[in-house]
T-cell receptor, first 111, second 114 residues
Framework: KNEVEQSPQNLTAQEGEFITINCSYS?????LHWLQQHPGGGIVSLFM???GKKKHGRLIATINIQEKHSSLHITASHPRDSAVYICAVSVYTGANSKLTFGKGITLSVRP | NAGVMQNPRHLVRRRGQEARLRCSPMKGHSHVYWYRQLPEEGLKFMVY????????ESGMPKERFSAEFPKEGPSILRIQQVVRGDSAAYFC????????????FGSGTRLTVV
């Protein structure tokens, strides 16, 4: 079992729809990260959170530490939101810190 | 602030050649991480470096791969005697303090071994 699981694996939505992407993890973490990757492109960090909820524009990220679960919500989705969304967790041990990634979810938003 | 700079963006090597991938972290960042993304797979940690030191290389293949982050200049990921299975996207990320304040990623180097 992977330490970070994402669902669904692929997601297609119609422009304007509300989208939810889920992430579950099985280890104790220092923080959870949501990343975005466009085809052939680089990786952009969307959120880093260790508790509660964060909002940036049309994106909202939440985390439930007790349940080891996080969600990324996209409101009023747009075709430019089409990308791979990757959940990653970091464990900071004082001298070391690295990310463990989920496999990512491919989101396609149709006009 | 130019962000994390990786070059080259695309690199083609014949089997048996050497590949050198460069990463210049963001200004003020002294922690560098290398990750590999194989086709149809997720990102995997390779190595974590601070200036002149390798902190964690638990994700590096035991042979042919090496990394450095000298006092001056970019971090280098070196792959000797490349094989087709090394074809992947290699991403570098940097942080100011061991990831506490998050990571900034580069655009990656796409290595193709022919």
């Amino acid at each position: 079992k992977n330490e970070v699981e994402q669902s669904p694996q692929n997601l297609t939505a119609q422009e304007g729809e509300f989208i939810t992407i889920n992430c579950s993890y099985s280890v104790g973490i220092s923080a959870l990260h949501w990343l975005q990757q466009h085809p052939g492109g680089g990786i952009v960090s969307l959120f880093m959170l260790s508790s509660g909820k964060k909002k940036h524009g049309r994106l909202i990220a939440t985390i439930n530490i007790q349940e080891k679960h996080s969600s990324l919500h996209i409101t009023a989705s747009h075709p430019r939101d089409s990308a791979v969304y990757i959940c990653a967790v970091s464990v900071y041990t004082g001298a070391n810190s690295k990310l463990t990634f989920g496999k990512g979810i491919t989101l396609s938003v149709r006009p | 602030n130019a962000g994390v700079m990786q070059n080259p963006r695309h690199l083609v090597r014949r089997r048996g050649q050497e590949a050198r991938l460069r990463c210049s972290p963001m200004k003020g960042h002294s922690h560098v991480y290398w990750y590999r993304q194989l086709p149809e797979e997720g990102l995997k940690f390779m190595v974590y470096l601070q200036k002149e030191n390798i902190i964690d290389e638990s994700g590096m293949p035991k042979e042919r791969f090496s990394a450095e982050f000298p006092k001056e200049g970019p971090s280098i990921l070196r792959i000797q005697q490349v094989v087709r299975g090394d074809s992947a996207a290699y991403f570098c990320a940097s942080s100011p303090v061991a990831g506490i304040y998050g990571y900034t990623f580069g655009s990656g180097t796409r290595l193709t071994v022919v």
